[in-house]
């Protein structure tokens, strides 16, 4: 268990944290929405520290290789749905839901993908991409700025969906080539 692992774990810990700061958030509550924010922040920084530290340090690891996406994606799920289903939500700020859709349907499509290719493998060669890298980054942008209430913060979501759509075609194309390798062997 090295530096990179325990970070990951913990930004999982922060998600009950974050999902409860949106749940009371409301009425006379309204800084909870601030400590919502930083909590996504502190998560969304220590996910590019964990992933530096693995590197540098040459300490990637397959647990940290399975815990940081479950990280990243608890908290990136957890907020897209918090903020689009709690109705004490201002509705300025709630995503709509053809976005969450959008972003809970590539991770679904991704695992299942990445289990059949595992059960009819029996390996499976996972190595994220620029695209997914790019993903990860315009969804956590666009929470951070639907937090903090960014006059501007649709223009967040576009790319963030965009960029969301495309790596999902990717991770399908290249799950298909893995596949299609299986098949040859």
């Known amino acids: 268990m ?17 999902i409860a700061c949106i749940l009371y958030y409301g009425e006379g509550r309204e800084y909870l929405r601030f400590v919502a924010l930083g909590i996504f922040l502190l998560a969304t920084i220590s996910d590019a ?16 290789m399975v815990l940081d996406p479950i990280a990243d994606k608890l908290l990136i799920i957890s907020a897209f749905i918090s903020l689009s289903m709690i109705k004490i939500v201002p509705e300025s700020l709630r995503i709509p839901a053809w976005a969450v859709l959008t972003v809970i349907s590539r991770d679904v499509v991704i695992v299942l993908g990445s289990v059949v290719i595992y059960f009819l493998k029996g390996s499976l ?12 980054l315009f969804q956590m942008l666009t929470i951070l700025v639907f937090l903090a209430a960014f006059k501007y913060h649709r223009f967040f979501l576009y790319p963030a969906i965009l960029f969301t759509v495309l790596s999902a075609i990717d991770y399908i194309w290249r799950g298909s080539k893995q596949l299609n390798e299986t098949h040859k062997s």
Do not use: Y
């Not at 090295?2 to 974050?18: D, E, G």
């Not at 060669?125 to 990860?136: E, F, M, Q, V, Y």
């Open 2 to 18: 090295n530096l990179a692992n325990k970070i990951s774990i913990f930004r999982i810990l922060l998600t009950p944290f974050f």
């Open 125 to 136: 060669k996972i190595k994220p991409s620029w695209l997914g890298k790019a993903t990860t």
């Open 49 to 64: 520290i964990d992933g530096g530290i693995a590197r540098l340090k040459h300490q990637v690891t397959e647990l940290g």
